[in-house]
Nanobody
């Protein structure tokens, strides 16, 4: 089993930046796909970015391309989400997730494919 813990959320002005962290513990070697999702109040949970650990390939939702970057630090068992040029529409609870997916399904960013989830960290962007 794998346990995921997010951190780094907060409140920022539009145009600002935040860096989220997701640290994994337990038996996580099977989980080749790590992802960030977000969910705003009253909205559906949506995929933000994924990384295929084995090959380092990354994938992004169109809404965040050019602004967000997902990366990994294997020594720290941590995945990051660097968020730049934040917009009010980025306001949401951000969750990290893990799955034993190949690169194709990993890139699809479908929440139903991810069995392991963190508790979430809140990001609020004001105008």
């Amino acid at each position: 089993q794998v346990h995921l813990v997010e951190s780094g959320g907060g409140s920022v002005q539009a145009g600002g930046s935040l860096r989220l962290s997701c640290t994994a513990s337990g038996y996580y070697g099977q989980w080749q796909c790590m992802a960030w999702f977000r969910q705003a109040p009253g909205k559906e949970r949506e995929g933000v970015a994924t990384i295929f650990i084995g090959g380092g390939m990354t994938y992004y939702a169109d809404s965040v391309k050019g602004r967000f970057t997902i990366s990994q630090d294997n020594a720290k068992n941590t995945v990051y989400l660097q968020m730049n040029s934040l917009k009010p529409e980025d306001t949401a609870m951000y969750y990290c997730a893990a799955a034993g997916l190949g690169p194709g399904l990993c890139a699809s960013q479908k929440q139903a494919d991810f069995p392991s989830w963190g508790q979430g960290t809140q990001v609020t962007v004001s105008s």
